[in-house]
């Protein structure tokens, strides 16, 4: 897996993806192996943002165990994690704002009313079976809410983004019309994230811990 900023559709200073190196269209049926992967990122990630005072939020939308269409990712075919900071008076509260939008999302999309509890340590592999399209929220590393997507064609693939992006009072072409933002500007955000996540980096280690080996 590797970390990667989103050419487009940015919502907040540091927002960035995990992305698996491997096949793999959920986490939900990720292997062992890549789930380790992604849980230290995501801890690097948290411990990164928590030395700023800041908090995050983990989204991964499946729309289709087949093939994500209207994700971030153009190919489709493989799943990604977001991870959007927020300021820690915003993390707070954001379980309240999913709670009310996945609340209204059931009323609006689903016939069955359904929000699925992943903290306790159950995470998205316990909480969903592999082979259901899915909305996962994470507050931090300390679980979230999933959603079993019933209907793709009425689900919007932008809901996580929506959420967040309405408590950082971003404006909604945002997720709905996202733009490339120009190459100078996405090359300095590379370069400022790079060297926040530096000392964060625990890739870093197992390179260390190869060459000394």
Known sequence: ??????????????????????????????????????????????????????????????????RNKGLPNASGRNTLLECVPLSADLGATVPMYFKKALDEADEMWSQHKKIIDTSRGRGIQNSVPPGFPYFHVEFGLDGGYAHVIENADKFPAHFGASVVGGMLDRPPRTWLHPRNEPFPQQKQAVVRFVERFRPFDWTVRLDQAGGSA
Do not use: Q, Y
């Open 1 to 66: 897996s590797f970390l990667a900023l989103p050419p487009r559709g940015t919502l907040a200073e540091g927002h960035c993806w995990i992305v698996p190196m491997s096949p793999c269209v959920s986490l939900s049926a990720a292997p062992e192996d890549l789930l380790a992967e992604v849980n230290e990122f995501k801890k690097a990630l948290v411990a990164m943002l928590k030395a700023a005072d800041e908090d995050c939020v983990f989204l991964e939308t499946v729309m289709s165990v087949g």
